[in-house]
């Protein structure tokens, strides 16, 4: 049996633990690094969350457990349901469950989460990524409109990265692009000169979301064996009609369309909170 773990925030029910009766007595940090060491065993975890019980119940905690993999989760909730773990007494473990009316888009990882992902997948040398080009997109647009006097408070530093990620082993590499710009308002005329440091900000932001851009179209496949691979799925590129312009003179649009990839040689950050998901504890026979 195949399984699939996408460079996307885990939103399902099955990626998700409801963990409870916790004790009361250590505190809630405590609880949380002890949590991570025991269900990190099982997978690469994507958060661990405690949570205090409610004040009409019993005092202790309960915690919110999310993995990358539905997989992991499911083997985590099989070992640890009803084992003390850390505890005295026995604790109660359950897979997540979502409401029928909620429903969630799909959320991008940021880079560095994309990063670990990979990493632990594949391993610190098994992807690379290679910067095709970094361009400075506040220069070239003053080059080009050397007459028109634009101002302060409507200029900014802008940087487009184009890059692809590789995975040299599993012949497969994703292009992505990205674009990041930071407003000049709050500089002086006369720093024009030596703004070295907000542009290696920028510089760097540009190459996160295109890192990002480039990991959402690829998939980890994770055989029964626990071998993994990486599927290359081409899609349409979500942009604005702004944004689209800007690269117009930045790239070639067709380097970039979806193509088998034998067939070419930070950032969307986004977080989980608790009152996002819906969850509900199981019946208790």
């Known amino acids: 049996m195949l399984h699939f773990v996408p460079f996307a925030v885990p939103f399902g029910g099955d990626e998700s633990l409801l963990v409870w009766e916790l004790s009361s007595r250590p505190t809630a940090e405590a ?6 060491t025991v269900f990190s065993r099982f997978g690469l975890l994507y958060l661990v969350r405690v949570f205090p019980n409610a004040t009409v119940a019993s ?3 309960f915690a919110i457990i999310k993995f990358y993999s539905a997989r992991d989760a499911h083997r985590a909730q099989k070992a640890c349901n009803q084992k003390q773990l850390f505890q005295t ?7 997540g469950t979502r409401h029928k009316a909620v429903q969630h888009n799909t959320l991008a990882l940021n880079s560095s989460r994309c990063q670990e992902l990979a990493n632990y997948y594949f391993g610190f040398h098994g992807w690379s990524k290679r910067i095709i080009k970094l361009r400075d997109l506040y220069n070239l647009e003053e080059r080009e409109n050397e007459d028109i006097v634009t101002p302060l408070q409507k200029q900014s530093l802008k940087f487009c990265c184009a890059l692809e990620v590789v995975f040299t082993s599993h012949e497969c590499r994703s292009p992505g692009v990205g674009m990041a710009e930071e407003p000049l308002d709050k500089l002086e005329e006369g720093l024009f000169s030596s703004m070295w440091l907000p542009g290696k900000v920028t510089q760097k932001l540009a190459i996160q979301k295109a890192m990002t851009d480039a990991f959402q179209k690829l998939l980890i496949v994770v055989l029964e064996s626990g071998k993994t691979a990486v599927a290359y799925r081409p899609c349409e590129e979500v942009t604005d009609a702004r944004t689209k ?7 070639q649009v067709s380097y ?7 067939q070419r040689e930070e950032e969307c950050l986004s977080d989980f909170s608790f009152q996002e998901e819906v969850f509900r504890l199981p019946e208790l026979d």
């Open 245 to 251: 312009e800007e690269l117009q003179d930045f790239i």
């Open 31 to 36: 609880l949380q690094r002890s949590l991570f």
């Open 256 to 262: 970039f369309s979806c193509q088998p990839c034998g």
């Open 59 to 61: 005092s202790g905690f």
């Open 89 to 95: 007494s026995p604790v109660k473990v359950r897979l």
